[in-house]
């Protein structure tokens, strides 16, 4: 599967951008799909997942109750919707596709088997 992740951008902090993930060359609904970021001069570090049907999802507890992970199996693409945003969310995002996973989507990005080429979120404060 290929991924193209865009919606990225430079936003004050409090506000709020939307990323979308979009896939091609594979059934989509057949992946767990996941956002993870990587900050300058940090780990890569996963912000949240989403089951292959869309009804389990799963945060980072710094983003908890800010953003939103949905997907919609039909466009095959996956959304974070990132709200009141703070400079510490500035990061490259990426995101990433698990197809062998058996069961609940995985919080490791090592788990993940396909990334899109990341999209910069810039947050001024």
């Known amino acids: 599967v290929q991924l193209q992740a865009s919606g990225g951008g430079l936003v004050q902090a409090g506000g709020y951008l939307r990323l979308s993930c979009a896939a091609s060359g594979r059934t989509f609904s057949n992946y767990h799909m996941g956002w993870f970021r990587q900050g300058p001069g940090k780990e890569r570090e996963f912000v949240a997942v989403i089951s292959r049907s869309g009804g389990i999802t799963y945060y980072a507890d710094s983003v908890k109750g800010r953003f939103t992970i949905s997907r919609d199996n039909a466009k095959n693409t996956v959304y974070l919707q990132m709200n009141s945003l703070k400079g510490e969310d500035t990061a490259v995002y990426y995101c990433?596709?698990?197809?062998?996973?058996?069961?609940?989507?995985?919080?490791?990005?090592?788990?993940?088997?396909?990334w899109g080429q990341g999209t910069q979120v810039t947050v001024s404060s």
């Open positions: 990433a596709a698990d197809r062998l996973r058996v069961g609940l989507p995985a919080r490791n990005y090592a788990e993940y088997d396909y």
